[in-house]
T-cell receptor, first 112, second 112 residues
C-alpha cells in the first residue's frame, strides 16, 4: 500500500464548477499536510498547508480528517487557470519519516 | 523565485556514463533534497542533506550518490547511468523540518 494515495483522475470539469479531491495516508503519526500544484512540465509549488481545523484560501478549502486519515481539497468556481496536477503531501513525525511523502497527483482540466 | 536553481535543465547521456546534476540555493537553507518524478510514481526521494557533509539515503538511492561540500550546493551523481534513470529530477530545500519544500525547475535527463 502506498503511503499517500490519490485518485489520479483525470477530472474534467466545466468552468465555474466545484471539484473536490481526496487523499488518504497510511501513517497515523503523520504531522503536517500540504497541497501542491504542478503545472505541465513545471516544478511543484505549494498551494496551501492543511490545518487540523480546516482552512480556506480564496476559492480553495482544505480539510483534514485524522480519524479516517484523509485530507481533501475543494476548489470552488473553477477557472481555466486551475488546470494542473494537484499533489497531496504528508510529513511524518520523526527520523526519516520527517521527510515529505508525495502522492502521485490528481490531474484537473477545467474546460471552457 | 524560490531561490533555488538546477543545472543543467536538460541532458541526454549514454548508458554507462557518469552524470552530475547540480542544485544551487541562495537562501542559506540547511535542508536540501533530490527527488525523481516518473509517471505513476509521483515524486520519490533519492537523497537528502541536513547540512554540509551530512547526507542520507532516501527511498530510491541505488545508483545515485550525493555530495554537499557547501551549504548552497547539493550535487547528485549517477555513477553509471542506466535507462531506468531516465526521469525528471527535482531539487528542493526547506527552512525547517516542519515546513514546506520549495523546488527547483527540474532537470530532464534522458539516458540512451
Amino acid at each position: 500500500r502506498k503511503e499517500v494515495e490519490q485518485d489520479p483522475g483525470p477530472f474534467n470539469v466545466p468552468e465555474g464548477a466545484t471539484v473536490a479531491f481526496n487523499c488518504t495516508y497510511s501513517n497515523s503519526a503523520s504531522q503536517s499536510f500540504f497541497w501542491y500544484r504542478q503545472d505541465c512540465r513545471k516544478e511543484p509549488k505549494l498551494l496551501m498547508s492543511v490545518y487540523s481545523s480546516g482552512n480556506e484560501d480564496g476559492r480553495f478549502t482544505a480539510q483534514l480528517n485524522r480519524a479516517s486519515q484523509y485530507i481533501s481539497l475543494l476548489i470552488r468556481d473553477s477557472k481555466l487557470s486551475d488546470s494542473a496536477t494537484y499533489l497531496c503531501v504528508v510529513r511524518g513525525l520523526s527520523g526519516s519519516a520527517r521527510q515529505l511523502t508525495f502522492g502521485s497527483g490528481t490531474q484537473l482540466t477545467v474546460l471552457p | 523565485d524560490a531561490g533555488i536553481t538546477q543545472s543543467p535543465r536538460h541532458k541526454v547521456t549514454e548508458t554507462g556514463t557518469p552524470v552530475t546534476l547540480r542544485c544551487h540555493q541562495t537562501e542559506n537553507h540547511r535542508y536540501m533534497y533530490w527527488y525523481r518524478q516518473d509517471p505513476g510514481h509521483g515524486l520519490r526521494l533519492i537523497h537528502y542533506s541536513y547540512g554540509v557533509k551530512d547526507t542520507d539515503k532516501g527511498e530510491v538511492s541505488d545508483g545515485y550518490s550525493v555530495s554537499r561540500s557547501k551549504t548552497e550546493d547539493f550535487l547528485l551523481t549517477l555513477e553509471s547511468a542506466t535507462s531506468s534513470q531516465t526521469s525528471v529530477y527535482f531539487c528542493a530545500h526547506r527552512t525547517g523540518l516542519n515546513t514546506e519544500a520549495f523546488f527547483g525547475q527540474g532537470t530532464r535527463l534522458t539516458v540512451v
